[in-house]
């Protein structure tokens, strides 16, 4: 049943939510919609708190990592983390408390989707697929989506579509799914690719990416018959928006229980 999935998003070792599509190398492209006084530790004990599992941390870019373990610390087993993951810091990250790692960008080389560096993810993780998330952030290109790496601002070869999801799903436990021409913005959801994934996935999905209103959860749960979840971040309250209310959404997910 489709629920809603905190984060945690990290730039620059501060809690931030981000205009997904800004996120370029170049500091004056960066648009920022809120950065938060509080630590990443803070926002984990708040999850930890009130039941919301399935959580992912995001270090978007470098001099994140003291932040990140500060929250899967917070909340040992139960955050995923993401963002500079590769073979050889997975299975470290699981030792310092993360419940899964979340890889995108060391999957394709040259913008290539390679099956031998996701082998090797999952070998450095013992073979534990439970453990590991795909993340298939993607951007639209032309009438379908292209997954995007590096801070979102390439485009790799592959198409998101049934037989990329299928490809994929024997090696991981879940996907995680920004859509990043619509992070951040609060514009709305896209409403195609969340009924896309309810068709082409079988196992757990969550979807972020212009989530603006509480209603955004129900209209998530119809498109998708309760097979995605969905992320909220710029809009809640917890992270400076007003559209949103934080204690709503988890009396959301406890009323779909």
């Not at 049943?1 to 960066?30: E, N, W, Y």
């Not at 950065?35 to 995001?58: C, D, F, M, W």
């Not at 990250?93 to 979340?102: H, R």
Request: aromatic share 8%.
């Amino acid at each position: 049943m489709t629920r809603f999935r905190p984060c945690i998003d990290l730039h620059s070792g501060q809690v931030k939510q981000i205009v997904g599509g800004t996120l370029t190398t170049a500091s004056s492209d960066l648009k920022t919609n809120y950065v938060s006084k509080l630590p990443a530790g803070h926002y984990a004990k708040l999850y930890k708190e009130n039941g919301l599992t399935g959580g992912h941390v995001i270090m978007l870019g470098p001099g994140n990592e003291d932040a990140a373990k500060e929250a899967v610390n917070g909340w040992s087993d139960a955050l995923q983390i993401g963002g500079g993951i590769t073979d050889e810091n997975a299975a470290r990250w699981i030792g310092w408390g993360a419940q899964k790692v979340i890889i995108t960008s060391f999957l394709f080389p040259d913008g290539k989707l390679s099956m031998d560096r996701l082998q090797s993810v999952l070998s450095a993780l013992g073979g534990d697929k439970g453990k590991l998330v795909i993340d298939l952030s993607c951007r639209k290109k032309g009438e379908t989506w292209f997954v995007a790496m590096n801070r979102w601002q390439t485009l790799t070869d592959l198409e998101v579509n049934q037989e990329s999801i299928k490809l994929l799903e024997p090696y991981c436990s879940e996907f995680l799914i920004h859509a990043a021409d619509n992070e951040g913005l609060q514009q709305g959801i896209d409403e195609e690719l969340v009924s896309k994934l309810a068709q082409w996935c079988s196992i757990p999905v969550t979807y972020a990416g212009g989530g603006k209103h509480l209603e955004d959860l129900e209209r998530v749960k119809a498109l998708s018959q309760g097979k995605v979840d969905l992320t909220i971040g710029s809009a809640l309250d917890i992270f400076g928006g007003s559209a949103v209310r934080f204690e709503d959404c988890i009396r959301w997910n406890s009323d779909q229980r």
